[in-house]
């Protein structure tokens, strides 16, 4: 398994309050070793209540790649006017003892989180954004050697870090997937939280889902491909031909025999041939040439 902590220190060893008296420990010197989130903040400031807690959170899931000192300028006057601070809230980022990045105001977490990682990079650490990346590239080509098991555990390791993690939480249905355990795979999807509901990550594992539950009942390619020799024209045979082709992993082949439906009547059995194609362009990557091909040559049928 991948060891995905990067520090133990608690919210108390990463978040502290400062004096002028102190402001050069804790923030000049103590960014030589670690870099250093500075608040500038006061208590009658309405926008500093907010940005506060999203800084102390951004701050504690880093584990110990960066630190906070809070400032309340109205106990602070002199530091704040070598800093130049003119409104608040104000974070600076310290390192190595001179300030290296910051904002004015109070920003949404998702752009607190990205400063963050900024400046851990900026001071040349890996944020935990990163580790998370690196396990779900390592669980992918655990999925990819056929090691489901093994990648479901560190996709399911890397959502207890962070459980909104849209990447790790398509995998971990996908890896289910291939265990053939559809049913825990689509309760997985069905519980994703609501801010990654609508990601790529998890629309690719919805598709992958239904097209996993069609193969299931896929008939055999050989039958199906003789009926559609036999008939050119049974779009219903040639449909079905093109799920057995995709369960059987031939899945140009199956793009191939969606194209000549639509090319033939694209309104047959309510565009069937259509939502199909879309649904196997879902699950692949968006690069993937049968994509990319199969979208061009489905372009150019409906604008002839």
Not at 7 to 22: F, Q, S, V, W
Not at 232 to 251: I, N, T, Y
Not at 267 to 282: M, P, V
């Amino acid at each position: 398994m991948i060891e995905l902590s990067t520090g133990a220190e608690t919210p108390a060893d990463l978040i502290k309050d400062t004096t002028e008296a102190t402001f050069m420990a804790d923030v000049v010197e103590a960014s030589q070793a670690t870099p250093i989130i500075v608040d500038f903040w006061a208590p009658w400031c309405g926008p500093c209540k907010t940005l506060g807690p999203m800084l102390e959170q951004a701050v504690t899931a880093a584990k110990g790649a960066v630190k906070m000192v809070k400032v309340n300028v109205d106990q602070a006057q002199t530091i704040a006017g070598q800093l130049q601070i003119q409104s608040i809230p104000t974070v600076y980022a310290f390192h190595k003892g001179q300030p290296i990045d910051g904002f004015q105001g109070a920003l949404p977490a998702s752009e607190v989180k990205a400063f963050i990682d900024r400046v851990i990079a900026a001071a040349g650490g890996e944020s935990p954004t990163d580790t998370l990346n690196d396990a779900v590239a390592a669980a992918e080509e655990m999925l990819t050697d056929g090691a489901a098991v093994d990648a479901a555990q560190t996709f399911a390791a890397i959502l207890a870090e962070d459980p909104n993690h849209a990447g790790a939480y398509g995998g971990l249905v996908r890896a289910h997937i291939a265990m053939d355990d559809l049913d825990q795979a689509e309760a997985i999807l069905n519980g994703a939280p609501a801010e990654i509901s609508s990601s790529a990550e998890l629309e690719a594992a919805h598709a992958q889902l239904e097209l996993a539950r069609q193969a299931a009942d896929a008939g055999p390619v050989a039958d199906l491909m003789a009926a559609v020799e036999a008939d050119p024209s049974d779009l219903q045979a040639r449909f079905d031909l093109a799920l057995a082709l995709h369960a059987s992993g031939k899945v140009q082949e199956a793009v191939d025999q969606l194209l000549e439906i639509f090319s033939r009547d694209r309104e047959w059995n309510d565009g069937a041939a259509k939502a199909q194609l879309f649904t196997i362009f879902d699950a692949l990557k968006p690069n993937d040439p049968v994509v990319l091909n199969g979208r061009r040559k489905l372009s150019s049928m409906i604008f002839a």
